[in-house]
């Protein structure tokens, strides 16, 4: 459904880290290898996940540290661009735009899966 709900509000019903705004920003700005044309995604736990117009998925702690990167490899990427992420518990999901794949990888460690 776009927007996630019928008001098209656009807002998780999951509940971000506790810590302070503050505390989130310290060690923020980051940069990318290259552009991004989606927002991130934040995990449950607070991971934020952005992918760039690269192929490459980047995840974040919510200090700023890099959990780790995840370069896809050809034929999935085809050097496409990530348009939009999608989180569960175990699995990180990215559709990649010019070719219209959609990936599977590790949300613990960006290792591609299957």
């Not at 192929?55 to 700023?64: L, R, S």
């Not at 995840?70 to 699995?91: E, L, R």
């Amino acid at each position: 459904m776009p927007g996630h709900d019928p008001q098209n509000t656009g807002l998780s019903t999951n509940v971000g880290p506790s810590s302070s705004f503050v505390e989130l920003v310290d060690g923020w700005p980051k940069a990318l290898g290259d552009s991004a044309q989606e927002e991130p995604t934040i995990g449950s736990d607070g991971t934020i996940y952005v992918g760039d117009d690269s192929g490459q998925i980047i995840a974040f702690n919510p200090d700023g540290s890099e959990k780790w990167p995840a370069p896809i490899q050809d034929p999935i990427s085809n050097h496409s661009g990530v348009f939009g992420v999608v989180v569960t518990d175990d699995a990180v999901f990215a559709g990649f735009g010019e070719n219209s794949k959609i990936g599977k990888f590790s949300a613990s460690t960006g290792a591609q899966v299957g």
